[in-house]
């Protein structure tokens, strides 16, 4: 059986996982602080280039032999998850700024880009995740878990029901304060890359890549290495600090869109 409490928490979580992002944009287009464009096309962003492209690509590898192999060595399977996910997430901030935002790279722009590409996660990822987790508590509160299951290995089937099993509300909780601490990473990573295209250098691209890399594989390896509460306390500490840092880069953003068709970079 699934407790009460850890069905409430899944619920609490897919309320705050779908509908608050959704609320929360709102409020922020209706105050005008935020541009319809660039969250658009951060959420087009993260759609393509995970849920789309990274994710298809993992999902045709993984049912390779070799990639099976690879798979189990841990910490080098985390790094190359850790450094796809950065670069198909950089990679596609870039060119949506370079490309699709010639007239939106104020530091509004980038923080709505951001928001857009941090939340389109939440939801399409954490968010329709906790609706899976309600409808298995449900299945195997009601006893038809097994039946519904029926289509997957005996293997699959229980691994699914022991993760159920071992959730805990604090769990739950924990992973809606990640989130919250994801989105602020993806709005400062964003403002990196907006800067270095405002700027025509690279290095700034390079510099995002590098820090998701490092702050997704962190937060894996810590969780596995020492303890999940240690993981948060690294993914707070890295949400603050780019929360702080964003902040400091506001001046170095034009105060209007010109829009110049200028290239991305220089070739120097």
């Not at 309320?15 to 609320?23: D, K, M, N």
């Not at 405002?198 to 700034?204: C, R």
Request: charge should be positive; aromatic fraction near 14%; charged fraction near 10%.
């Amino acid at each position: 059986m699934i407790s009460s409490s850890v069905l409430a928490a899944f619920i609490a979580a897919a309320a705050a996982e779908l509908a608050l992002p959704v609320i929360l944009l709102l409020v922020l287009f209706l105050k005008k602080k935020v541009a319809a464009a660039p969250v658009f096309l951060g959420f087009a962003s993260f759609f393509v280039s995970q849920v789309m492209l990274r994710m298809q690509i993992l999902n045709i590898v993984k049912t390779q032999s070799w990639f099976q192999s690879f798979a189990l060595n841990f910490i080098p399977y985390c790094l190359m998850l850790a450094f796809t996910a950065g670069l198909f997430e950089e990679s596609a901030r870039l060119l949506c700024a370079g490309c699709f935002l010639k007239r939106h790279r104020m530091f509004r722009d980038a923080v709505s880009f951001g928001l857009g590409h941090g939340l389109c996660e939440v939801i399409l990822i954490t968010g329709m995740g906790q609706i899976n987790n309600i409808v298995y508590a449900m299945m195997i509160n009601g006893g038809t878990f097994q039946k519904a299951t029926a289509a997957l290995s005996a293997a699959q089937s229980q691994a699914i029901l022991s993760a159920m099993r071992a959730v805990t509300p604090s769990m739950v909780y924990l992973g809606i304060a990640e989130r919250v601490f994801a989105v602020a990473f993806h709005v400062f990573a964003s403002v990196l890359v907006f800067k270095g295209v405002n700027e025509h250098k690279i290095s700034w691209y390079l510099l995002a890549l590098g820090l998701h890399t490092v702050y997704d594989f962190a937060g894996v390896t810590l969780a596995k290495y020492a303890d999940i509460w240690f993981a948060e306390g690294f993914m707070l500490l890295a949400a603050v600090l780019a929360v702080f840092l964003t902040v400091r880069l506001k001046p170095f953003f034009p105060e209007q869109n010109i829009g110049e068709p200028r290239p991305v970079f220089d070739s120097r």
